[in-house]
Nanobody
Framework: QVQLVESGGGLVQAGGSLRLSCAAS????????FGWYRQAPGKQRELVAT???????RYAASVKGRFTISRDNANNTVYLQMNSLKPEDTAVYYC?????????WGQGTQVTVSS
């Protein structure tokens, strides 16, 4: 089993920055991927960014150029640096850890961006 603990959410003004963290513990795997997803009220959960075990990153068009996903393999931790935040970024952000056969989800952290 893998446990994910998220942190870093909060309330910021438009144009501000936040850094989300997600630490994985337990039975981790060499071949894996981290992802960040978000869900706003009344909307579907959507992919924000992913990073593979070899460092390949992908971003949703809405956040590309503003958000950066990175990972610390020594600590099995993934980060999401969010800059130039907009009110439409307001959502609950979820960390996902994927092994070859299973997916694990964090508890979610609220990000609220005021105008």
């Amino acid at each position: 089993q893998v446990q994910l603990v998220e942190s870093g959410g909060g309330l910021v003004q438009a144009g501000g920055s936040l850094r989300l963290s997600c630490a994985a513990s337990g039975s981790t795997f060499s071949i894996n991927a981290f992802g960040w997803y978000r869900q706003a009220p009344g909307k579907q959960r959507e992919l924000v960014a992913t990073i593979s075990s070899d460092g390949i990153t992908r971003y949703a068009a809405s956040v590309k150029g503003r958000f950066t996903i990175s990972r610390d393999n020594a600590n099995n931790t993934v980060y999401l640096q969010m800059n130039s935040l907009k009110p439409e970024d307001t959502a609950v952000y979820y960390c996902k850890y994927s092994s070859w056969t299973k997916e694990y989800w964090g508890q979610g952290t609220q990000v609220t961006v005021s105008s």
